[in-house]
């Protein structure tokens, strides 16, 4: 059985995978951390700290840490008044001939499907451009199969059904036993897959709707501060940035961005 490391095993491990990943892995909340570790070491069969080094150092654990460690969305149209926003309010201003949308740490298949279902029922699929940043060669893999465990198939349903969208849910997804898939791998011609993290690899065109729902709440305020930073940086002027609902940009940042809309904490670029 795995024992869960200590504060100084978490302290050691973030300082290697600081290093070898380029991103601050000490700033995700401490209490993220601990639990996020445990749940490492018993689904690699990790006996304890020690040998979860080596077989980083060695890169035997990396790509399969980098598919495990962000906590995956599991719904698609997660919150569907955030979709509703993003078809009626937010594509409308984009008055642009392409398009181009940036998942900077893209965690699960459910959220890019959802976009690609709004952008294919508004005609602007064609002209589109998705960037996802993706750790992980599995987690690609896993994406491109273009399916989704059926445990929430009745609850994707809903919220597919509260979108008051013209088409219908099996226009776009096949159902199977336990799970359902896309009924075309076309529609995942639009994606551009970036390995490495966001400080890192960025999109090669200006951003017009960015995607970072969910992911600030794993990190502490530091690690928060830096990544607003990151996203003013790399975007221009005027691109959308929407957070989570129980998100928002920190005080210290909030020059860089001007709130578009509160109840979905949907920001642009100042």
């Known amino acids: 059985m795995a024992i ?30 601990r639990r996020r570790f445990a749940f490492l070491f018993e689904e690699l069969k990790v006996k304890n700290t020690r040998c979860f080094l080596e077989a980083l150092d060695s890169n035997d654990l990396m790509d399969e840490f980098c598919y495990l460690f962000p906590v995956e969305e599991k719904e698609m149209f997660r919150d569907p008044s955030f979709w509703r926003t993003l078809r009626g309010k937010i594509i409308p201003e984009i008055q642009k001939e392409n398009l181009s949308f940036w998942f900077p740490e893209l965690v ?34 896993v994406i491109m199969e273009g399916r989704i465990h059926g445990k929430f198939t009745e609850l994707n349903k809903s919220n597919f059904k509260r979108l008051e969208l013209a088409c219908t849910f099996e226009k776009y997804f096949v159902e199977e036993t336990g799970y359902i898939r896309m009924a075309s791998d076309k529609w995942l011609d639009h994606v551009v897959f970036l390995s490495g993290n966001y400080f890192n690899h960025l999109p090669d065109k200006e951003v017009d709707v960015t995607f970072f729902r969910n992911r600030m709440l794993y990190y502490n305020a530091k690690l928060q501060a830096e990544a607003e930073r990151q996203l003013h940086r790399s975007l221009n002027k005027g691109a959308f940035v929407v957070l989570g609902i129980k998100e928002k940009i920190l005080k210290e940042n909030e020059l860089n961005f001007v709130l578009y809309d509160r109840g979905e904490q949907i920001y642009r670029i100042s």
């Open 4 to 33: 869960g490391p200590t504060i100084n095993d978490i302290r050691e491990i973030t300082s290697v995978l600081s290093e070898k990943l380029k991103m601050d892995y000490s700033n995700y909340a401490f209490s993220f951390l």
């Open 108 to 141: 699960s298949t459910e959220e890019l499907l959802s976009l690609i279902v709004i952008l294919d029922e508004q005609n602007l699929l064609q002209k589109s451009t998705i960037y996802c940043n993706v750790g992980s060669s599995k987690r690609v893999e």
